[in-house]
Structure formats: structure tokens, C-alpha cells
């Protein structure tokens, strides 16, 4: 699918542009604490002209033939681009956690890690994070990379999106 950048995309996000729309598809989570599982996604970046995306995600668990099972997980904040691709990125999730990341990004890729996780009391605790995002053959491709409950930092979801 074409995609054409904003007229009004602010300079700074430039190295992010490729995020901006609708992306979905399917994905894998697996952890030592769960069972593995497999899972639907939506993510959608906007942009209104100033120096950062608002960002919003939502997953949803699939059985063995793709039919949603239930309702997963949801995470809503902004990526704030700085001059060469620095990033901050604020997200909070429906889990009870809000994290801050920065990264970097360059050249249909990003790469993100957390630098402070706040939690409510009913939260999992959430130690560290690292998340990569790649633009590849016109997909969006992530990893995202879980220290918790115990356990080193390591995989834990991973997922190829198409644009919608």
C-alpha cells in the first residue's frame, strides 16, 4: 500500500514518518512465567504537526485458526522525536504500568529501551524492556524484550504487521 508523507510533518520525525498510520497483523508472545500464545494487532500513529506521534495499540489472543479468543492487551502513548532521530517515548498500558523509553532511530529502523517503569500495586513487576521496530519489505516487524517476574531480559512478544 502507498504511503505519502504529511505535509505538515514536523522535521524531527522524519526518520519516524514511516510509522504514521494503521498497521495489522499477527503475533507471538511467550515468556517462562506463561503459557506461549498467539495474538491479533492493530497499532495506529498519528501526527498533527508537532514534533511527536500519539501512539495506540491494541492486541487481541487468537487460537490455532486466527479466531479471537479474547480481548488482550492495550497501550497508548506518545513518541516525541527529537533532532537526529533521538526518540522519547511515553506509554502507559491497561496492565497498570507506564514506562518511559529513549532510542534511536535510523534508516527504517528504531530501536528503544526503558529508562524508568512505574507500576500500580496490582501491576506485574516489569524490571526492563528493549523493543526494535523495522520497516522490512514494507512491513512493520517488532521485538519486544521483557525483564520480569523474576526472569533475565528476553523475548517475549514478536510480530509482523501490514499496513491497513
Known sequence: MPFEIPENLHPDCGPIAWLLGTWRGNGH????????????QELIFTHDGRPFFH??????????????????????????????????VVLTHNTGLSEIWYGQAEGGKIELRTAGIGSTETAKEVTSAHRMYGNVEGDLLYANDVEMAGQELQPHTWARLQRA
Do not use: M
Open 55 to 88: 501512539y495506540f495499540s491494541r492486541s487481541w489472543i487468537i487460537d490455532e485458526q486466527g479466531e479471537k479468543v479474547r480481548e488482550g492487551a492495550l497501550e497508548t502513548g506518545f513518541w516525541r522525536a527529537l533532532p537526529g532521530g533521538k526518540l522519547e
Open 29 to 40: 508472545g511467550d515468556y517462562p512465567t506463561i503459557e506461549g500464545f498467539q495474538f491479533g
